[in-house]
C-alpha cells in the first residue's frame, strides 16, 4: 500500500516521513500486573448461543460491500511484524475473548452468535483497502480479521460484534501476547497470560441497565449531504493527522472547551469553509458522535455499549468566525452529552428490542422495516466522529509501540468520517472519505497549524491514483 506523508507546520508546509526505530528499546522483564490463564492448547468449548446486543441487531441487516460496517483498529510496532508469531498470538488469545469466538448465524425472529468451532482466522498481510466486507465463509466463519503491513498490526471488526472499546481489548492483548512470543525475555513465551486491567465481560449492558420504556423526545431533521466526485464502491480515502497532544490540550483550554469539543468544532468549521464555501445552508451539519456509556453505569463489558449524539452546526449566514461554530457545537454537545439524556436514548432504543408484538415478528419482516427505518435515520447525520481516547499499553510492551489509530468505513449519506486515538504525546485524527476531494481536510489541518499545533499528514496514496 504506497502512503505519502507530509509535515505541516504554523507558517509552512514540508515533506516528512514516518519516524523509525533505529535500536531496540531496552526494558525489564515483568511478570507484576499479569493474571496467569490456564492454557489448554485443545481446548473444549462448551456450546454457546447468544442473542445480538440492541445496538448489534442492526448492523447484519444494512452491511453490504459498499457500506460494510467494519471498522480497523491498528498498532505499529517499532520492529517488522513476524507473521508466524502473530499467527501464534491470535491462536492463544482468540479462545479467552468469548465476544469474538463466534460465528453469526439467521433464527427465525433473530439474528443470533454461537460458538465458532473452526481455528482462528488465518492472519494475512495487506494488500487491500482497509474495512472491506468480511466474507464469513471466507474466514472461517469469524467475524473479524487480524492483517499485518511491515510494522503493523491491524484488527477490523464487524461492528455486530463489539464497539471500538471492545475490540480495542482484544488488540491490547493480542499485541502483548504476540511481543512475548517475539522476545521472551519480557513475559512467558507460550504461555497465555492477561493483564490485570483486561475483561472478558459479555453482558450485554443494554438490557441490565434498562429502566423503563420511553418514548423518543428528541427530534432529528435531514441534515447536509456532503457530496463530490466518489471513489470507486468499496474504497475510500484515507488520511492520517499526527498531531502533538500536549499542544491540542492547550489550545483546546485557550477556547474554554473539551479536546473533543474543539476537534470536532475544527471539523464544523472545516466543512462550513471547505465544502460550504460560507454559503448558508436550509439543513444543518449533524455530525453523530458515539458516545461509551461504560464510564455511566460501570459497565466492563467487551459487547457494544454506546449511545450516538449529533454535534449540530447550522450556517444561517455567511460571516461565522471560528469562535462562533465552536460555540454552537460545544454547547450541542454539553446539551446532549448528560446521563439523563443518554439514559433515555438507550431507554427508547431497548424498548423497541422488547416491544411483544416486535418479537413475535418473524426475522424477514423486521429486516425490512429496520431497513427502512435506517434509510430514514441516516438522513440525519452529515458524517460521523469517534474518539476511543487516550489509550494506555502496560509496561514494557508500550516501548514496542509506536503509534494506535482507528479507521472507519463509510455509511449511507455519511461520505466523511474521523476516528480518534490518543497514544503518549501523539493523537491521530483520521479521516475516511468516500469523497475524493480533500478541501474538507485540507481546512481542517490547516486551522490545526494555525492555532499552533504541530501536524504530521499521512495517506494510503488513493488521491494520488
Known amino acids: 500500500m504506497s502512503k505519502k506523508r507530509q509535515k505541516t507546520t504554523n507558517k509552512k508546509t514540508a515533506q516528512n516521513t514516518q519516524k523509525k526505530s533505529d535500536t531496540k528499546p531496552e526494558v525489564k522483564p515483568t511478570d507484576s500486573k499479569m493474571k496467569s490463564v490456564k492454557r489448554q492448547p485443545k481446548r473444549i468449548r462448551e456450546a454457546r448461543f447468544d442473542k445480538l446486543d440492541n445496538t448489534a441487531n442492526l448492523f447484519p441487516v444494512i452491511a453490504s460491500r459498499k457500506s460494510s460496517n467494519v471498522y480497523r483498529i491498528a498498532a505499529t510496532l517499532t520492529e517488522e511484524i513476524q507473521p508466524e508469531k502473530l499467527q501464534q498470538a491470535l491462536d492463544m488469545v482468540l479462545p479467552y475473548f468469548d465476544v469474538m469466538h463466534v460465528r453469526m448465524k439467521t433464527g427465525v425472529f433473530w439474528y443470533y452468535f454461537e460458538d465458532n468451532p473452526n481455528p482462528a482466522p488465518r492472519v494475512m498481510q495487506e494488500d487491500m483497502g482497509p474495512c472491506q466486507y468480511i466474507n464469513p465463509l471466507l474466514n472461517r466463519e469469524y467475524l473479524f480479521r487480524v492483517l499485518y503491513y511491515e510494522r503493523r498490526i491491524s484488527l477490523e471488526v464487524f461492528h455486530a460484534l463489539t464497539d471500538g472499546n471492545g475490540a480495542l481489548m482484544f488488540l491490547k492483548e493480542l ?161 446532549q452529552i448528560t446521563k439523563e439524556h443518554l439514559e433515555e436514548i438507550m431507554a427508547y432504543n431497548v424498548s423497541n428490542e422488547k416491544n411483544k408484538a416486535l418479537r413475535a415478528t418473524p426475522l424477514f419482516i423486521k429486516n425490512i422495516a429496520m431497513k427502512i427505518i435506517y434509510q430514514m435515520s441516516a438522513k440525519a447525520n452529515s458524517g460521523c466522529v469517534t474518539n476511543l481516547g487516550l489509550v494506555k499499553l502496560a509496561s514494557p510492551y508500550d516501548a514496542y509501540v509506536e503509534s494506535l489509530y482507528a479507521t472507519l468505513s463509510m455509511s449511507k449519506n455519511q461520505n466523511l468520517k474521523a476516528a480518534v486515538v490518543s497514544y503518549k504525546d501523539t493523537l491521530v485524527f483520521t479521516f475516511s472519505s468516500a469523497v475524493r476531494e480533500v478541501d474538507v481536510q485540507k481546512v481542517f489541518f490547516r486551522k490545526l497549524a494555525e492555532d499552533g499545533i504541530d501536524v504530521s499528514v499521512e495517506t494510503n496514496g488513493v488521491y494520488y491514483e
Open 175 to 335: 499485541v502483548y501476547q504476540y511481543l512475548r512470543l517475539v522476545h521472551p525475555e519480557i513475559g512467558k513465551g507460550d504461555r497465555m497470560e492477561l493483564h490485570e486491567e483486561t475483561t472478558v465481560d459479555r453482558e450485554d449492558s443494554y438490557l441490565k441497565h434498562y429502566k423503563r420504556p420511553a418514548k423518543k423526545s428528541y427530534k432529528t431533521e435531514k441534515a447536509l449531504v456532503i457530496r463530490g466526485e466518489m471513489f470507486p464502491r468499496e474504497y475510500f480515502g484515507i488520511m492520517h493527522g499526527y498531531l502533538h497532544l500536549p499542544d491540542v490540550k492547550r489550545v483546546a483550554k485557550q477556547y474554554g472547551v473539551t479536546v473533543n469539543q474543539y476537534l470536532l468544532g475544527v471539523f464544523a468549521w472545516s466543512v462550513y469553509k471547505g465544502y460550504m464555501h460560507s454559503i448558508p445552508h436550509r439543513r444543518p451539519l449533524a455530525v453523530c458522535v458515539p458516545v461509551n456509556l461504560r464510564p455511566y453505569y460501570g459497565s466492563a463489558t467487551t459487547k457494544n455499549f454506546f449511545a450516538v449524539v449529533s454535534a449540530m452546526f447550522r450556517a444561517e449566514r455567511e460571516d461565522y468566525t471560528f469562535e462562533e461554530v465552536l460555540a454552537q457545537v460545544a454547547e450541542s454537545l454539553k446539551s
